[in-house]
């Protein structure tokens, strides 16, 4: 069964700081994964996926396959990336359907 | 446009209450979603619907929890004899079809209290 981790429940970091956030997922097939993000008072949004190779608001996200991760990372946090990060994993036997990790609250101290 | 709505946005019930959470997804959106979000167990898939399919209800937690799409669009959550676990922020989502499947779009929720 395919499944997402994300160890980190919470993680703090100063303004200006690099930020990681670990997230590490099991599935036999090929994967595509995907970083949500919800900010305070705000709607779940998409913040990148891996097929699309982008970088989003300075961040950005490589799919290993190795080491089956796909960390989220920005070489220097904002104080406006406070927010909850989700990782999720699309694949499986439902088409469409996304399987999320637990997510990362992630404060970033000015 | 208008994006996806969810009614009520907060519901109090008395345990053993049955609930009913209203989801209004993005027009012409062919897949809905519901999940379950909470402290201690992140974003929990329930249920989807995509199209005229079965829907995959293979993340509803129990037998109390059941879930309908009338015509394509609105799709109702249904709670019976509700439960304090049952404590949480119902989101529900919509999507398109092909390569956009995976970009879920989603409503503010409700926030669900059993008291």
């Known amino acids: 069964a395919q499944r997402v981790t994300q160890p980190e429940k919470l993680l703090s970091v100063f303004k200006g700081a690099p930020v990681e956030l670990k997230c590490n997922y099991s599935?036999?097939?090929?994967?595509?994964l995907f970083w949500y993000v919800q900010y305070s008072r705000q709607r779940l949004q998409l913040l990148l996926r891996?097929?699309s190779r982008e970088s989003i608001k300075g961040f950005t996200a490589d799919l290993n396959k190795g080491e089956t991760s796909f960390h989220l990372k920005k070489p220097f946090a904002q104080e406006e990336d406070s927010a909850m990060y989700y990782c999720?994993?699309?694949?499986?036997?439902?088409?469409?359907?996304?399987?999320f990790g637990q997510g990362t609250i992630l404060t970033v101290h000015p | 446009g208008a994006g996806v709505s969810q009614s009520p946005s907060n519901k109090v019930t008395e345990k053993g209450k049955d609930v009913e959470l209203r989801c209004d997804p993005i027009?012409?959106?062919?897949?809905l979603y519901w999940y379950r979000q909470s402290l201690g167990q992140g974003l929990e898939f329930l249920i989807y619907?995509?199209?005229?399919?079965?829907?995959?209800k293979s993340g509803l937690p129990s037998d109390r929890f059941s879930a309908e799409r009338t015509g394509g669009s609105v799709s109702t959550l249904t709670i019976q004899r509700t439960q304090q676990e049952d404590s949480a922020v119902y989101l529900c989502?919509?999507?398109?079809?092909?390569?956009?499947?995976?970009?879920?779009?989603f409503g503010p929720g409700t926030r669900l209290t059993v008291t």
């Open positions: 989502a919509s999507s398109s079809t092909g390569t956009s499947v995976y970009e879920q779009y």
């Open positions: 599935y036999s097939g090929s994967p595509e």
């Open positions: 891996h097929i």
């Open positions: 999720a994993l699309a694949g499986g036997t439902s088409y469409g359907k996304l399987t």
């Open positions: 027009s012409g959106h062919t897949a």
């Open positions: 619907f995509q199209g005229n399919s079965a829907p995959d």
